[in-house]
């Protein structure tokens, strides 16, 4: 005869468990067939447990403290503006002079900063006259052309040489100095900022942002203008440019508009607008 299994016992532990597989819901499962079948078996309980998400050490803790703090500050330039990625995160606080403002104090030496636009993708065009605290002044000149990167200056000791920019540097004495000086006061650089100016990334202009006897000034010349017209300083910087890259002349654009709207939808093209406040740039937005 076959064997028979005894029934359990009311109350004992088989029984318990015969009871909590018939209670248990059972789940509809896809045959091979085709057909729906029901699930024989014990469900597990697992409790609450939930599967362990990733350990953040210490360190990893201060990783990641380190990074929000150097993003938040890595929208105030602080030095090697020429740097592909300093350019692209501090921008528009080169521009503003944030630095020059910050140190502009009454007997710091003069500290004159001034930047050519000519097409943002086209040529930019970076000049530093710093006072040297004898009466005369260091200069420096800083060019880049176009977008792309120059792979005649590719090297592999320094990858980042063909995204660099071109630069000269320069002694200025006591004459040449003040001769620069009357050349930005004759452009009007001292005056009232004209308050309300925008300027897109697409045009041709000039921006200063100058600091002159502890006082700080940010203005700006947009070509095509009678201020622009009557210009004096660029022939004074451009004398002394040992960089061999022509200024990239001066052309009204038009239609900016329609320009940003037929884009290729594929581009990388940083399209922006900066205005000129009273105290300096107003509305602006991180260079990304």
């Not at 020059?100 to 900063?113: F, H, K, S």
């Not at 502890?214 to 203008?225: K, V």
């Not at 002349?249 to 290729?264: A, F, K, M, Y």
Request: with cysteine; glycine share 10%; net charge positive.
């Amino acid at each position: 005869m076959p064997h028979r299994r005894p029934a359990a016992r009311p109350g004992g532990p088989r029984a318990r468990r015969e009871r909590a597989v018939a209670a248990a819901p059972r789940a509809p499962v896809a045959g091979h067939d085709g057909t729906l079948r029901r699930f024989k078996g014990v469900r597990r309980r697992l409790g609450s447990a939930r599967r362990p998400g990733p350990v953040i050490t210490p360190l990893g803790r201060g990783l990641r403290l380190a990074l929000v703090v150097a993003l938040m500050a890595g929208c105030t330039y602080r030095g090697e503006i020429d740097q592909p990625i300093t350019i692209k995160l501090t921008w528009f606080s080169y521009l503003n002079g944030d630095d020059i403002r910050a140190a502009c104090l009454p007997g710091t030496p003069p500290y004159y900063r001034l930047v050519y636009n000519g097409n943002y993708e086209e040529q930019l065009r970076l000049y530093e006259v710093v006072g040297d605290g004898a009466g005369g002044a260091y200069y420096k000149a800083r060019v880049h052309s176009g977008r792309g990167l120059d792979l005649s200056r590719l090297s592999f000791a320094d990858p980042q040489a063909m995204a660099r920019w071109t630069t000269s540097q320069a002694r200025l004495g006591p004459a040449e100095l003040a001769a620069f000086e009357a050349a930005l006061e004759a452009s009007g650089a001292f005056e009232a900022p004209p308050d309300g100016l925008r300027l897109a990334s697409e045009q041709f202009y000039w921006i200063a942002a100058l600091c002159r006897a502890g006082r700080f000034r940010l203005t700006a010349w947009l070509y095509p203008s009678a201020r622009f017209a009557g210009l004096r300083f660029p022939q004074a910087l451009l004398q002394r440019d040992g960089t061999g890259i022509a200024l990239n002349p001066p052309r009204e654009v038009l239609g900016i508009e329609r320009v940003r709207r037929t884009s290729p939808p594929d581009t990388v093209s940083p399209h922006f607008d900066i205005q000129i406040g009273k105290d300096g740039l107003v509305g602006h937005h991180p260079l990304l």
